[in-house]
Protein backbone atom coordinates (compact mmCIF):
# COMPACT_ATOMS: atom_id res chain seq x y z
CA UNK A 1 0.00 0.00 0.00
CA UNK A 2 2.60 2.49 0.63
CA UNK A 3 4.45 1.81 -2.52
CA UNK A 4 1.71 2.45 -4.48
CA UNK A 5 0.70 6.09 -2.20
CA UNK A 6 4.25 6.85 -3.10
CA UNK A 7 4.21 5.80 -6.91
CA UNK A 8 1.21 7.63 -7.32
CA UNK A 9 2.80 10.94 -5.14
CA UNK A 10 6.11 10.43 -7.28
CA UNK A 11 4.31 10.45 -10.68
CA UNK A 12 1.96 13.12 -9.61
CA UNK A 13 4.79 15.24 -9.08
CA UNK A 14 6.41 14.51 -12.00
CA UNK A 15 3.69 15.71 -13.80
CA UNK A 16 3.25 18.93 -12.31
CA UNK A 17 6.85 19.66 -12.99
CA UNK A 18 6.77 18.98 -16.70
CA UNK A 19 3.24 20.83 -17.36
CA UNK A 20 3.03 24.12 -18.09
CA UNK A 21 1.23 26.26 -16.22
CA UNK A 22 0.33 30.15 -15.89
CA UNK A 23 0.09 31.82 -12.74
CA UNK A 24 -3.09 29.91 -11.40
CA UNK A 25 -6.32 31.45 -9.33
CA UNK A 26 -5.16 29.44 -6.02
CA UNK A 27 -7.53 29.12 -2.96
CA UNK A 28 -7.17 31.61 -0.20
CA UNK A 29 -6.42 29.09 2.61
CA UNK A 30 -2.90 27.11 2.89
CA UNK A 31 -4.16 23.50 3.96
CA UNK A 32 -5.59 24.26 7.28
CA UNK A 33 -4.32 27.97 7.63
CA UNK A 34 -6.04 31.15 6.17
CA UNK A 35 -4.37 33.67 3.99
CA UNK A 36 -4.93 37.34 4.38
CA UNK A 37 -6.63 37.58 1.30
CA UNK A 38 -10.38 37.23 0.07
CA UNK A 39 -11.59 35.97 -3.19
CA UNK A 40 -12.88 38.56 -5.37
CA UNK A 41 -16.56 39.05 -5.41
CA UNK A 42 -18.03 36.54 -8.20
CA UNK A 43 -14.97 34.53 -7.95
CA UNK A 44 -15.23 30.85 -6.18
CA UNK A 45 -13.32 27.74 -5.42
CA UNK A 46 -14.98 24.32 -5.23
CA UNK A 47 -13.85 20.82 -4.40
CA UNK A 48 -12.61 18.27 -1.53
CA UNK A 49 -12.71 20.31 0.72
CA UNK A 50 -13.58 23.65 -0.85
CA UNK A 51 -16.85 25.41 -1.25
CA UNK A 52 -15.71 29.25 -0.76
CA UNK A 53 -17.23 32.27 -2.50
CA UNK A 54 -16.60 36.17 -2.66
CA UNK A 55 -19.77 37.76 -2.00
CA UNK A 56 -18.61 40.92 -2.17
CA UNK A 57 -15.37 42.95 -2.03
CA UNK A 58 -13.16 41.47 0.28
CA UNK A 59 -15.09 39.45 1.66
CA UNK A 60 -15.89 35.52 1.74
CA UNK A 61 -18.18 32.87 2.76
CA UNK A 62 -18.08 29.21 2.27
CA UNK A 63 -16.79 25.79 4.42
CA UNK A 64 -14.33 27.52 5.68
CA UNK A 65 -15.79 29.68 7.57
CA UNK A 66 -16.33 34.38 6.81
CA UNK A 67 -13.26 35.95 5.94
CA UNK A 68 -12.84 39.77 5.60
CA UNK A 69 -9.26 40.77 4.32
CA UNK A 70 -8.65 44.07 5.28
CA UNK A 71 -7.92 46.93 2.34
CA UNK A 72 -4.48 47.67 1.52
CA UNK A 73 -3.09 45.49 4.27
CA UNK A 74 -1.88 41.91 4.77
CA UNK A 75 -4.03 41.26 7.57
CA UNK A 76 -7.65 39.20 8.03
CA UNK A 77 -10.20 38.48 9.95
CA UNK A 78 -12.72 35.52 10.42
CA UNK A 79 -14.22 32.83 12.18
CA UNK A 80 -13.83 29.29 10.87
CA UNK A 81 -16.44 26.82 10.28
CA UNK A 82 -14.31 23.57 9.25
CA UNK A 83 -12.78 21.89 10.96
CA UNK A 84 -14.24 23.63 14.36
CA UNK A 85 -15.81 27.14 14.78
CA UNK A 86 -13.27 29.46 15.58
CA UNK A 87 -12.33 33.54 14.96
CA UNK A 88 -9.24 34.57 13.91
CA UNK A 89 -7.00 37.02 12.84
CA UNK A 90 -4.28 36.36 10.40
CA UNK A 91 -1.31 38.59 8.93
CA UNK A 92 0.35 37.22 5.81
CA UNK A 93 3.73 38.93 5.01
CA UNK A 94 4.81 37.93 1.46
CA UNK A 95 8.66 36.21 1.24
CA UNK A 96 10.46 36.58 -1.99
CA UNK A 97 9.16 35.56 -5.27
CA UNK A 98 5.90 33.96 -4.92
CA UNK A 99 6.27 33.08 -1.37
CA UNK A 100 4.22 33.94 1.71
CA UNK A 101 4.21 33.55 6.19
CA UNK A 102 0.61 32.90 7.31
CA UNK A 103 0.89 33.53 11.22
CA UNK A 104 -2.32 34.02 13.48
CA UNK A 105 -4.24 33.86 16.65
CA UNK A 106 -7.47 32.08 16.81
CA UNK A 107 -9.47 31.40 20.15
CA UNK A 108 -9.67 27.42 20.16
CA UNK A 109 -8.48 24.74 20.51
CA UNK A 110 -4.70 25.76 20.04
CA UNK A 111 -4.23 29.22 20.21
CA UNK A 112 -1.08 30.13 17.44
CA UNK A 113 -0.80 29.01 14.22
CA UNK A 114 1.36 29.83 11.37
CA UNK A 115 1.78 28.49 7.57
CA UNK A 116 4.79 29.16 5.14
CA UNK A 117 4.07 28.47 1.26
CA UNK A 118 7.36 28.65 -1.13
CA UNK A 119 7.69 27.73 -4.79
CA UNK A 120 9.24 25.26 -6.09
CA UNK A 121 8.35 26.07 -9.79
CA UNK A 122 5.88 27.79 -11.70
CA UNK A 123 3.05 25.10 -10.81
CA UNK A 124 4.25 23.70 -7.42
CA UNK A 125 4.52 25.00 -4.13
CA UNK A 126 5.87 23.61 -1.26
CA UNK A 127 3.39 24.15 1.81
CA UNK A 128 4.19 23.61 5.92
CA UNK A 129 1.61 24.67 8.15
CA UNK A 130 1.33 24.43 12.18
CA UNK A 131 -2.49 24.52 13.38
CA UNK A 132 -3.60 21.96 16.00
CA UNK A 133 -0.77 19.63 14.48
CA UNK A 134 2.00 19.87 11.34
CA UNK A 135 0.95 19.39 8.19
CA UNK A 136 3.47 19.47 5.26
CA UNK A 137 3.02 18.96 1.22
CA UNK A 138 2.72 20.11 -2.31
CA UNK A 139 0.05 22.16 -4.24
CA UNK A 140 0.40 21.68 -7.36
CA UNK A 141 -0.67 23.68 -9.97
CA UNK A 142 -1.95 21.66 -13.10
CA UNK A 143 -3.82 24.43 -14.68
CA UNK A 144 -4.92 28.07 -14.31
CA UNK A 145 -8.43 26.53 -12.53
CA UNK A 146 -6.78 23.73 -10.61
CA UNK A 147 -5.14 23.32 -7.67
CA UNK A 148 -4.17 19.67 -5.95
CA UNK A 149 -2.96 19.65 -2.46
CA UNK A 150 -1.01 16.48 -1.41
CA UNK A 151 0.19 16.56 2.51
CA UNK A 152 0.86 14.84 5.47
CA UNK A 153 -0.44 15.78 8.56
CA UNK A 154 0.36 14.91 12.39
CA UNK A 155 -2.28 15.57 14.47
CA UNK A 156 -3.43 14.04 18.11
CA UNK A 157 -6.11 12.08 18.04
CA UNK A 158 -7.25 14.41 21.28
CA UNK A 159 -6.62 17.21 19.37
CA UNK A 160 -10.69 18.56 18.98
CA UNK A 161 -11.40 17.42 23.11
CA UNK A 162 -10.04 20.33 24.62
CA UNK A 163 -8.34 18.03 26.99
CA UNK A 164 -4.83 20.65 27.82
CA UNK A 165 -3.15 18.34 29.00
CA UNK A 166 0.72 18.06 28.38
CA UNK A 167 1.42 16.46 24.58
CA UNK A 168 3.28 13.42 23.79
CA UNK A 169 4.99 12.99 20.82
CA UNK A 170 3.22 9.38 21.00
CA UNK A 171 -0.56 10.50 20.34
CA UNK A 172 0.39 12.20 17.00
CA UNK A 173 -0.27 10.08 13.79
CA UNK A 174 0.45 10.72 10.23
CA UNK A 175 -2.37 11.26 8.11
CA UNK A 176 -2.20 11.25 4.27
CA UNK A 177 -4.05 14.54 3.33
CA UNK A 178 -5.41 15.36 -0.56
CA UNK A 179 -7.67 18.14 -1.57
CA UNK A 180 -8.25 19.68 -4.74
CA UNK A 181 -10.14 23.10 -5.59
CA UNK A 182 -11.24 24.62 -9.18
CA UNK A 183 -10.88 28.51 -9.16
CA UNK A 184 -13.60 30.24 -11.08
CA UNK A 185 -15.81 33.21 -12.13
CA UNK A 186 -19.51 33.22 -11.97
Keep these: MKTRIITILTLTIIFALF ?13 TVPKAESLDKGHYNIGFIYF ?3 IADNLELGIHGIKYAIPGSNVAIGASIFPLVSPYIVFSPKLGSGGGLNIGIKAAPYFFFAGIEA ?3 NN ?5 ELNNGLTAGL ?5 K ?7 FAFYSV ?4 YEYGNIEIKNFHPIPWIQFAYSGKF
Excluded: C, H, M
Excluded at 158 to 161: I, L
Design 19 to 31: TLSTQAAEPTWLF
Design 52 to 54: DFG
Design 119 to 121: PIS
Design 124 to 128: LKFIA
Design 139 to 143: RILPS
Design 145 to 151: EWTLDLA
Design 158 to 161: NVYR
